[in-house]
Nanobody, 123 residues
Framework: QVQLVESGGGLVQAGGSLRLSCAAS????????MGWFRQAPGKEREFVST????????YYADSVKGRFTISRDNAKNTVYLQMNNLKPEDTAVYHC????????????????WGRGIQVTVSS
């Protein structure tokens, strides 16, 4: 089992920045690819970004490319999502997730999920 806890969300004005953190515990989290997904009210869960277990490979949704950066510190068992130039359409509950094997954008392939954290961007 891997337990995931997100932090760092909140309310920010458009154009502002936030950094989300996802602290992992349990099984060696450094062996897992990690992803960030988000879900806005009335919408389906949406892929945001993912990173390989080593941190060498990263992928982003087109909607956040150039604005968001995913990273990980395996010594701290933590994954980060730096979000810059935030837009109102980024408002959602953000979840981190872990999966064995290679990273991908399919939320159904992830085995472990955090409860999520709210990010609200005001215009």
């Amino acid at each position: 089992q891997v337990q995931l806890v997100e932090s760092g969300g909140g309310l920010v004005q458009a154009g502002g920045s936030l950094r989300l953190s996802c602290a992992a515990s349990g099984r060696t989290s450094s062996n897992y690819a990690m992803g960030w997904f988000r879900q806005a009210p009335g919408k389906e869960r949406e892929f945001v970004s993912t990173i390989s277990s080593s941190g060498d490979s990263t992928y982003y949704a087109d909607s956040v490319k150039g604005r968001f950066t995913i990273s990980r510190d395996n010594a701290k068992n933590t994954v980060y999502l730096q979000m810059n130039n935030l837009k109102p359409e980024d408002t959602a509950v953000y979840h981190c997730a872990a999966k064995s094997g290679r990273p991908n954008y399919l939320y159904t392939s992830y085995d472990y999920w955090g409860r999520g954290i709210q990010v609200t961007v005001s215009s």
